[in-house]
């Protein structure tokens, strides 16, 4: 169930019962071929079919954040890393304030991570609160199904491109993974990227696609247990 079905009447009467909530952080910014939402429309599917298996809440998605290194790739918008932190702080209280108690952050984004720090801050502000945080490319399970493949993740490459994520035709084949010299600006990153995929297949067969997806999909549901 996601807020945006929902009044605020069917809210207060979910808290009775439940104080789950998924919240999605996302960005919006080049990923090659495929979707400029790429990194809020993976959690948002996951949060989507994890709420149908549990019945907990979904928070509307936050389609930005911190990508300094892809302001050259045109259609990506960035937060300053001190701006998202304080969304997501004022997001946090904002629920909590009306008695939601168990938050499962779903971050699509790698970019975002600066945010678990102050999470920290506000977990130890609000001792009742219980903050689990969840970045689906990073779990085990995931790369689990990726090497039965032998393949490796790449931004932008394969692993995310789930049918829901083209929007146009991708490239067949592999990109050799480029040189990176350090950190970079945004316009040296166009620069060493190229097309914006970070290496590795530009796409794989449907059916590894569904395992990495159900196996996010088997993470989110546990964690959502809260044990």
Same mark, same amino acid.
């Given at each position: ?21 998924m919240l ?28 149908q298996q ?24 960035? $937060? %300053? #890393? ?9 997001? =946090?209280?904002? +629920?909590?304030? @009306? ?29 009742? $609160? %219980? #903050? ?9 399970? =995931?790369?689990? +199904?990726?090497? @039965? ?40 990153a166009r620069? =060493? ?35």
């Amino acid at each position: 169930m996601r807020f945006s079905d929902l009044n605020w009447f069917d809210v207060e009467n979910y808290l009775e019962n439940d104080d789950r909530l998924m919240l999605i952080l996302g960005a919006c910014e080049q990923h090659g071929y495929l979707s400029l939402l790429t990194d809020a429309n993976i959690p948002q599917a996951l949060a989507d079919a994890a709420s149908q298996q549990t019945g907990a809440l979904v928070a509307p998605p936050l389609n930005f954040g911190a990508s300094p290194y892809f302001l050259a790739y045109p259609g990506t918008m960035s $937060l %300053r #890393i001190a701006t998202l932190m304080d969304i997501v702080e004022d997001l =946090v209280k904002s +629920v909590y304030a @009306q008695g939601f108690r168990r938050l499962l952050i779903l971050n699509g984004h790698g970019g975002n991570d600066p945010v678990r720090g102050r999470l920290y801050e506000v977990a130890s502000e609000l001792p009742d $609160l %219980r #903050i689990s945080w969840y970045a689906w490319w990073q779990s085990h399970s =995931v790369e689990a +199904v990726a090497v @039965q493949h032998s393949l490796k993740p790449y931004h932008a490459g394969w692993v995310e491109a789930f049918q829901f994520n083209q929007v146009t035709e991708l490239p067949s084949g592999e990109k050799t993974p480029p040189h990176v010299p350090g950190l970079l600006g945004a316009n040296e990153a166009r620069q =060493v990227y190229g097309d914006g995929v970070f290496g590795g297949a530009y796409q794989v067969d449907a059916t590894i696609m569904r395992k990495i997806f159900d196996a996010s999909l088997g993470d989110v549901v546990h964690m959502l247990k809260f044990e």
